[in-house]
């Protein structure tokens, strides 16, 4: 067993595991966060997409023990206050999702690609950092306008190729 103990969406928790006990299994079986889904189980799909100390971490691929200290962002505290944060604005107001379940990994890849990027971004940069993240619904077009627009409300310079 081991002991574990974080920050989750600003709120310390710790509790007591078992050692093979993945992040994405303690946030959804052990806090009750099941925003952050389990797609593949084997790290291609993207759907399990957390922020580990501000960085996208795919949650399937890290240890709850190994997060133990952490400040861990899931898609629930991600809004502040009963507001969307802007890059779930943008996912609806742009129609960025379709059935929905790999729109939490998205949302979470997306912010922190908009983070690192500084708002700075276009649309191959969106497509190339998506690779991870993979959506049967759609043909990506309107996630990437979504990642576009809310870069841009961000305080960035989003740019869309030419059609």
Do not use: W
């Not at 899931?74 to 929905?100: D, K, N, W, Y």
């Amino acid at each position: 067993m081991a002991k574990v103990e974080l920050t989750v969406n600003g709120r310390s928790v710790s509790a007591e595991v078992e050692d093979r006990t993945l992040l994405v299994q303690f946030l959804r079986e052990h806090l009750n966060l099941t925003g952050t889904h389990v797609g593949c189980d084997t790290s291609q799909c993207g759907a399990c997409v957390v922020h580990v100390d501000g960085k996208a971490v795919k949650s399937c691929t890290m240890l709850a023990a190994q997060a133990s200290g952490s400040e861990v962002t899931t898609i629930e505290g991600l809004s502040q206050g009963g507001e969307l944060h802007p890059v779930q604005a943008a996912f609806r107001e742009h129609h960025g999702l379709q059935c929905g379940f790999c729109t939490p990994g998205m949302i979470m890849a997306a912010t922190d690609m908009i983070n690192r990027h500084g708002g700075k971004l276009d649309e191959k940069t969106v497509r190339a950092e998506l690779e991870g993240n993979i959506c049967r619904c759609t043909g990506y077009h309107n996630i990437v306008k979504a990642i576009l627009a809310a870069a841009e409300q961000m305080g960035g310079s989003a740019k869309v190729a030419a059609e």
